[in-house]
């Protein structure tokens, strides 16, 4: 072989061995994050809603379902309430999936009294039927009260420091949803939520609810004018919205959505809350009024009605023809670390 030749083939020696390297050994980032985002594509469900050969259910009608509410948004989100959805229709879609849900809820201090209710009645009502794993955040993990799970549900108590303020503990979930997702969730689950434990399920919260990115409807200020909106309205905050804008005043006690959109939610409100922070300021209804002001430029594709948020307190207009989910009433003074 001449000098040319065996130069050639040594070089071409030369770079597979270092491709090689590169791939098995070495993994730099971008060779991660390529293998990664396949991981990604196949571990989670097809995003088409691919409904079984043979099954029988009511045919949809032309007309719309509910003339008393209005069920979807200027950017055709659903808004969902009862009569609106068909759960043989939904569970036919969702089943064949194969998902698993996320919960996340927070229980410091004295709200761990609340566990016990929300567990029991979230085992009773919310996603049944489907794989639920639970992430309970608290700081008095041998106070959390033993519940017994369904099958296919499991729970993770992950401690969580004592914070003195209850601002800070109710602002302080968006990281530590942030964290959670991106350290264990991102590929491992397909929708999370996350909720108040303040809170009760009453009745069916299922499939009709999941969305790329959820919020629901406060049932105080359901049908107030924008104006009337309880937003952070100084300029000087992240969460400063103007008074002429606002679709919807939207819950803080509930965000849901696939992880990488709760993600991007938690994120940026964790960084505003920090900007803010920085600067001495503490938005009005704190995480909420960071959520708000998410949601008004990242538009819900799916917003819950009160159905799913309401206050034990309030008289059931006739529109509200079941209450889901609902907050239960509690003595600040008495369970709050702080007034
Ligand atoms: C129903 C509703 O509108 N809820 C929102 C509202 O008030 P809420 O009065 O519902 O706030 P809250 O006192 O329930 O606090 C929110 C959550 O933080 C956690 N927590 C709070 C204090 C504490 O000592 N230990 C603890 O674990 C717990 O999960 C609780 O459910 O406004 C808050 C911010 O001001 C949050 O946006 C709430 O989601
Ligand atoms: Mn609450």
């Not at 969702?94 to 029991?120: M, P, S, W």
């Not at 369904?150 to 942030?178: F, N």
């Not at 004018?225 to 804008?245: D, K």
Request: with cysteine; glycine share 4%.
């Amino acid at each position: 072989m001449r000098f040319g030749q065996i130069f050639c083939l040594f070089c071409a020696f030369i770079s597979c061995s270092l491709v090689w390297l590169i791939y098995h050994s070495y993994k730099p980032s971008w060779f991660s994050d390529v293998l990664e985002c396949r991981a990604t594509v196949t571990k989670h469900v097809t995003l088409d809603l691919i409904f079984p050969v043979g099954v029988a259910c009511a045919q949809p009608s032309v007309h719309t379902s509910r003339q008393d509410v209005s069920i979807s948004t200027p950017w055709s989100a659903p808004i969902v309430w009862e009569e609106t959805f068909d759960l043989v229709v939904i569970d036919n879609i969702y089943k064949y999936q194969n998902i698993t849900v996320a919960a996340t809820v927070f229980a410091l201090g004295k709200y761990v009294r609340f566990l016990k209710d929300f567990l029991e009645s979230a085992e009773q009502h919310f996603m049944v039927g489907y794989p639920v794993h639970y992430y309970l955040f608290t700081d008095l993990p041998n106070e959390v009260p033993e519940v017994k799970l369904g099958e296919e549900r499991q729970l993770t108590v992950i401690k969580t420091p004592s914070l003195k303020r209850w601002q800070e503990i109710t602002q302080s979930r968006m990281g530590m949803i942030e964290k959670l997702i991106e350290e264990k969730l991102r590929n491992t689950i397909d929708y999370i939520f996350s909720f108040d434990v303040d809170t009760k399920f009453h009745a069916h919260w299922g499939a009709e609810s999941l969305g790329d990115l959820v919020g629901v409807l406060h049932p105080y200020l359901f049908g107030s004018s924008r104006q009337q909106f309880t937003y952070e309205r100084r300029p000087e905050s992240q969460a400063y919205i103007p008074s002429e804008e606002g679709d919807y005043y939207y819950e803080g006690a509930m965000i849901g959505g696939r992880p990488d959109k709760v993600y991007e939610l938690a994120k940026t409100c964790r960084m505003q809350i920090e900007m803010d922070k920085d600067n001495q300021i503490e938005a009005v209804w704190q995480d909420e009024s960071y959520l708000n002001k998410y949601f008004l430029y990242n538009k819900p594709t799916k917003v819950l009605s009160p159905e799913y948020m309401w206050h034990d307190e309030i008289q059931k207009p006739d529109h509200m023809k079941v209450v889901r989910f609902s907050q239960v009433i509690k003595k600040y003074a008495e369970i709050r670390p702080n007034t």
